[in-house]
């Protein structure tokens, strides 16, 4: 399945969640099981034959990728969750968003410095969740190799933020 077939499958839908934002949505690639699996294989071409010890999802989309890519990589999964919604002792940090701020969080114990980390979520649009969650691996020592993405808003410039870091992404708007 080629790159403009997996496009044709994600869903857009204007002024969501709020007036002049063009909300691309995922579910209708994912409930077609061609497409979901091809997306995944495309998110892990880059990665395959590299040493992963743990991939990192991103709440919550990320999540719906991270899971079996790190099975196809025979590596960790690790969640980085909103605040609030990991049981034992985390770590955090604040990031911003266009219109405020947030936190994340990771579990002080989920990454053993010097492991080879992947990061994948769904979208990058201005790279504030996907830096906060390179500031929360750096800190715990993680050495991260990639940052892997479905979709890329190439308008938001979120590549340009990432100070140079490799990033891939299946479809590009």
Do not use: C, W
């Amino acid at each position: 399945m080629s790159v403009e077939e997996l496009r044709a499958k994600i869903r857009e839908i204007p002024d969501f969640p709020k007036p002049g934002i063009l909300f691309y949505d995922i579910t209708t690639l994912l409930k077609d099981r061609v497409a979901y699996k091809e997306s995944i294989d495309q998110m892990l071409e880059p990665y395959l034959g590299e040493k992963i010890d743990v991939v990192v999802g991103m709440e919550s989309r990320g999540f719906i990728f991270s899971a079996a890519m790190a099975y196809q990589l025979n590596a960790g999964l690790v969640p980085v969750r909103k605040l609030g919604k990991l049981p034992a002792e985390t770590i955090t940090v604040e990031y911003a968003l266009e219109y405020g701020s947030n936190t994340l969080e990771i579990h002080r114990d989920a990454i053993a410095p010097g492991q080879k980390v992947l990061i994948v979520d769904d979208l990058l649009a201005t790279g504030g969740t996907v830096k906060g969650t390179i500031e929360l691996i750096e800190r715990l020592k993680g050495d991260v190799v990639g940052l892997a993405f479905l979709v890329e808003l190439n308008s938001l410039k979120g590549r340009d933020r990432l100070d140079g870091r490799r990033v891939t992404s299946v479809i590009q708007y």
